[in-house]
């Protein structure tokens, strides 16, 4: 018969030979026993197949080792490449990160924070929903659990706020797209899901007055986080009617830009700088797959390592008692030069 599975530490200690304080102490730092005694833990680990539950062992403790990252929606490219660059840093300063998504629901972003309080973790990293976002929830979780919001800031609350400077973002792109051709027409969602598009629309009305040039905005129908479609429809009902006042998009985001190329490609209206092109599209983001767009697609990025080392050391900084006073961190992005625009 096969040996029933260990269910604990206790279950462990007993089969092993090894008082209890010494096994929590092996799991805790392995150099800290007696090489001996650890040469026999380390066999009747292999022997048992036992692991640990490092949730439980955490509970236990006064300060655990678990660090919460949640995000939007982690199908969302932007946001799995900023947490898995964020889970790398947690795990390089000696924490064990758990991601998790708020599926673009504020409901469901009260019930991830709640099941967070109660891994007691040593910090959280938060990218909100933002004005969707329950301000109260929010507001009291960051009262109980140290939690540096990045990405969409919402008020002042928490340690900190590290994200992108989103009016950086769009005035310069709109002065690489001014000086290189004619000046871009703005293209965004009508309803966005992500408050940064609101920041980007204000820089592009902005970046356009002090450019002298008169803005076209065309907000297209659409809720959720179904970027592509939304572009690809919008983008279809905007060249059918002829809406696009010059040849050059700026798209709020890479994502609706990839639904705009789409609808490009299926009207057979090629994208592009040649002479032969008839129309420039351009994003924002950076997104991890536009470069694998058909022309690839010019974008202005986040700095994803800036952003990410900055915020998990903020984080890490605070867990170990170097608390400061609430500031906002916004980090420049990057124009990526491609063949769209």
């Given at each position: ?73 982690l199908t969302d490219p932007y946001f799995a490449e900023i947490a898995r660059k964020l889970e790398q840093r947690c795990i390089d300063a000696g924490y064990r990160p758990t991601l998790f998504s708020s599926h673009g ?237």
């Open positions: 018969m096969a040996e029933s599975k260990i269910k604990n530490m206790e279950e462990f200690s007993s089969v092993s030979g090894i008082s209890r304080p010494t096994v929590s102490k092996y799991f805790n730092d392995p150099e800290s026993v007696r090489p001996a005694t650890r040469d026999k833990i380390e066999e009747a680990i292999k022997k048992h197949n036992y692991r640990p539950n490092i949730f439980a062992m955490n509970q236990n403790r006064k300060l655990t080792k678990n660090v919460g990252i949640v995000v939007p929606l629901d504020p409901e469901f972003e009260v019930e991830v924070l709640d099941n967070l309080r109660s891994m007691k973790p040593a910090g959280v990293l938060l990218a909100p929903l933002g004005r969707a976002s329950d301000q109260a929830a929010l507001a009291g979780f960051c009262d109980d659990v140290p939690t540096l919001i990045f990405d969409s800031s919402v008020d002042e609350i928490g340690l900190a706020f590290v994200g992108s400077d989103n009016f950086q973002f769009t005035s310069h792109i709109t002065d690489y797209l001014c000086r290189t051709g004619e000046p871009p027409v703005f293209f965004e969602m009508k309803t966005p899901a992500n408050p940064n598009a609101h920041r980007r629309r204000q820089s592009y009305l902005s970046a356009m007055e002090t450019f002298g040039h008169t803005p076209q905005v065309i907000s297209v129908e659409g809720e959720g986080w179904e970027f592509e479609e939304i572009g690809r429809l919008g983008g279809h009902t905007a060249l059918t009617g002829k809406q696009f006042a010059t040849n050059t998009i700026l798209c709020s985001n890479d994502r609706l830009a990839i639904g705009l190329l789409t609808a490009c490609y299926e009207q057979g209206v090629k994208v592009g700088r040649g002479p032969d092109c008839a129309i420039r599209v351009a994003g924002q983001d950076g997104h991890p797959h536009s470069r694998y767009t058909c022309p690839p697609l010019t974008t202005i990025s986040h700095d994803y390592d800036a952003v990410s080392q900055c915020a998990a050391d903020a984080l890490i900084a605070a867990i170990n008692g170097e608390v400061e006073p609430w500031k906002s961190t916004r980090i420049e992005g990057k124009l990526v030069l491609r063949d769209s625009a």
